[in-house]
């Protein structure tokens, strides 16, 4: 059974960084694209990052580009989102998820994704 669990997550402060993990079990990962997605209350879940199975292939949202990184570690099957600059915006749960499907590229369409972490809560106080 595929289970993936982030971690990572906490309180900082406005400009302050955090990092998230996604540690797959159950599924070899490097033969997956990985996503990130965030939901803050009230408001529906949203692409933030994407990797492809090689890693070669990278996605952004608009709103986190040129702060946030997507990594892959295969050997360790685990993700990273590294967040830097956060704002207070940026307030949120964090999901990662799986595509199966996908071989080549880095989707930001969460309707693409077959599993789903539990997510972990990023806060930035200003």
């Known amino acids: 059974q595929v289970q993936l669990v982030e971690s990572g997550g906490g309180l900082v402060q406005a400009g302050g960084s955090l990092k998230l993990s996604c540690a797959a079990s159950g599924r070899t990962v490097n033969r997956d694209a990985v996503g990130w997605f965030r939901q803050a209350p009230g408001k529906e879940r949203e692409f933030v990052a994407a990797i492809s199975r090689t890693g070669r292939t990278t996605n952004y949202a608009g709103s986190v580009k040129g702060r946030f990184t997507i990594s892959r570690d295969n050997a360790k099957n685990t993700v990273y989102l590294q967040m830097n600059s956060l704002k207070s915006e940026d307030t949120a749960a964090y999901y990662c998820?799986?595509?199966?499907?996908?071989?080549?590229?880095?989707?930001?369409?969460?309707?693409?994704?077959?599993?789903w972490g539990q997510g972990t809560q990023v806060t930035v106080y200003s």
């Open positions: 998820a799986i595509d199966l499907r996908n071989l080549f590229g880095a989707p930001g369409n969460l309707n693409e994704y077959d599993y």
